[in-house]
């Protein structure tokens, strides 16, 4: 409903162009911008953080009913797509196996849409790719910072640092939402249970682990691990923006002040393939910078594992403990959070997902170059010669 940008999208299969209303960013600030004001009115009690943290195991049940749900409706819709559809509505190259299971988690269409009253027309899949999931990480990130205050009265540095720097990650992707019209996720793979289960469900959920860790158990990094830890997402974000810029910018205008001097190499079907600046360096060198951001998530939670002990001097019932805060024979009962021998066992949580990461953009990578060999044919080997490193120079 707010206003925004409209621009075409790459062209289809089929010779025509979809148009896209682009306003995630401004949707976002808004939204969040009324969750901080609700929270300088309530403070960390404001309804919406206590309703996530109370009804953590119900929103993920029904993220995942959503996806397979939203899955099977654009599966059974693809079947109303039609040679020279007038909408430009087509199937996915990989998505029409003739298998229903895979089809259905591939996704089949392209790009599914509908139209709603007074929203207009919505592209299923640019609306799921950057807003709910991220939108909703960021959301989930606050929510544990507010119940980290409730817990303990402060907010910890390290979690101040991973929401910020995750925050960042989330408002740039929207900041520069027309970019996804160039990826594969937009380009090539049909809408199936894969994305959607990807955008509504793991997105979130997953990526915020590490948030939720310290609402519980805080980390204080001190001001050399913050500097350290600011040095890894820094590093990080140059490539990781620096690439990408490089690659928009030349596939925009060739004769762009920034990237006129780059080195590229003609191909038989028209295209421009660079090879110098940042792409001169290995084929996929925005993967490592988006990788090594993925550490800055992670490293704040130190090493991680802890244990829930309650002090009780004695059980009302076998079994059974009082609440926390009761009296018996005069001694408070207390809740504590210790490490204890649960310490370093909590990394294969926090730190799960920059290995889960690694093998997501490596795949994404090798997907990304069987797309390229069919596209571009030898003209592929001749680049894969000039630059031969993938995503690592010098090891991979």
Known sequence: MLPGEEVEGVRLNSGGRLKYKFNAFSSAVTIVGVALAGTVMQGSEFPLWTFIWNNYTQLITANLLIAFLLACFVYVRSFSVRPKDPDHRELAAGGHSGNLIYDWFIGRELNPRITLPIFGTIDIKAFCELRPGMLGWILLDLAFIARQYTLYGYVSDSIILITGFQALYVFDALWMEPAILTTMDITTDGFGFMLAFG???????????????????????????????????????????????????????????????????????????????????????????????????????????????????????????????????????????????????????????????????????????????????????????????RILPGVY
Request: proline fraction near 5%.
């Open 199 to 389: 955008d509504l469900a793991w997105l979130p959920f997953i990526y915020s682990l590490q948030a939720r860790y310290l609402a519980v158990y805080p980390v204080h990094l001190g001001a050399w691990g913050i500097l350290g830890v600011l040095a890894v997402q820094g590093f990080g974000y140059y490539i990781f923006r620096g690439a990408n810029n490089e690659k928009n910018r030349f596939r925009t205008n060739t004769k762009d002040p920034k990237v006129a001097h780059l080195k590229y190499m003609e191909t038989a079907s028209g295209s421009k393939l660079l090879i110098s600046g940042w792409w001169g360096t290995a084929r996929h060198i925005n993967y490592l910078g988006d990788w090594i951001m993925a550490w800055s998530y992670c490293l704040p939670t130190a090493i991680a594992g802890y244990i829930i002990e309650q002090s009780s001097p004695a059980p009302i019932s076998k079994g059974q403990s009082p609440a926390d805060g009761s009296i018996i024979g005069g001694a408070p009962i207390k809740t504590e959070v210790v490490q204890g021998e649960a310490r370093g066992w909590g990394m294969f949580i926090t730190y799960f997902y920059v290995f889960y990461f690694a093998v997501l953009l490596i795949h994404r990578e090798m997907r990304d170059e069987e797309k390229c060999m069919r596209k571009y044919g030898k003209d592929w080997e001749k680049y894969k010669k000039r630059v031969p490193w």
